[in-house]
């Protein structure tokens, strides 16, 4: 996502869903695991349901460090998740992309955060530029002697 923010020149990238911890104790989004486990066996409205619901809930979160949120508040989060926010900071660093990071959860601090529609509002308004991201420019060539 990054790379193509670059290549676009996304000013800034507005980040969605990047939250790097388990917000709300949650792994995905709202009805992700209900439709993980839907099949014709288990009716939603059942006590098979719920029960496999929470058994894969379980599987899914896995509870490691424990850390400070954007809210100051704490958080599940893993090893994983802090190397990927760790890689993620420093490609960014890398390629000099600006951030506004409007997911209103998880553990990626140091980054501007803002509620979407009002980041959407703020850098949403103009037109925007169309690249040909196919064209790729020719190389120049150094004269052999």
Avoid: W
């Amino acid at each position: 996502m990054l790379q193509i923010a670059k290549v676009l020149e996304l000013r800034p990238a507005i980040l969605i869903g990047y939250d790097f911890a388990y917000t709300d104790g949650k792994a995905y989004c709202d009805g992700f695991l209900e439709r993980k486990i839907y099949d014709d066996l288990y009716n939603p409205n059942t006590q098979e349901h719920k029960e496999q619901l929470e058994k894969l809930k379980k599987m899914e979160i896995k509870e490691g460090i424990r850390t400070r949120d954007l809210n100051g508040g704490f958080i599940q989060t893993t090893k994983q998740f802090q190397f990927y926010k760790t890689r993620f900071i420093k490609l960014k660093e890398e390629l000099n992309i600006p951030i506004v990071n409007s997911t209103e959860g998880g553990i990626l601090l140091g980054v501007p955060c803002m509620k979407l529609q009002r980041s959407l509002e703020k850098f949403c308004s103009d037109e925007i530029d169309k690249k040909d991201i196919f064209k790729i420019p020719k190389r120049k060539r150094k004269k052999r002697k």
